[in-house]
């Protein structure tokens, strides 16, 4: 029994210590918010931003041809983090909104007046 607690007691600071300053826990992940994580400026300054990044043209209106929905997480601080293309038209369309996505910094979704870690998804409409 002591030496059970004894390798407790080692182990245990170590698992804390092996953890980035980066990493988030999952079991803080929410999905039901007061206020949903925004992009800085609203979805015209993400378009925006979008377009002055890429190749690519974003726009508002739906298109048959280019439609990609991504889910991503934004940390408490606004940090994007594991995009993750669900529906794209074309594979080179996600992986350009997913490059995209990780560029942006989003103000953070609140939940009880706290800033908290989000799953959030995005539909983009590409020409």
């Not at 439609?67 to 940090?79: A, L, R, T």
């Not at 942006?104 to 007046?113: A, L, V």
């Amino acid at each position: 029994m002591n030496k059970l607690i004894i390798t407790l007691f080692l182990i245990v600071p170590l698992i804390g210590l092996s953890q980035s300053s980066e990493e988030f826990k999952f079991d803080e992940l929410f999905t039901q918010l007061d206020t949903m994580p925004t992009y800085f400026g609203g979805e015209e300054a993400l378009l925006q931003f979008f377009n002055t990044n890429s190749t690519l043209k974003f726009t508002k209106e739906k298109q048959k041809v280019g439609m990609v929905s991504i889910n991503f997480i934004v940390n408490k601080e606004g940090k994007v983090y594991e995009p993750k293309v669900l529906v794209s038209t074309t594979k080179e369309k996600g992986d350009e909104v997913k490059r995209l996505i990780l560029l942006t910094h989003w103000e953070p979704g609140i939940r009880k007046g706290k800033k908290v870690n989000v799953s959030h998804n995005l539909v983009v409409n590409v020409e």
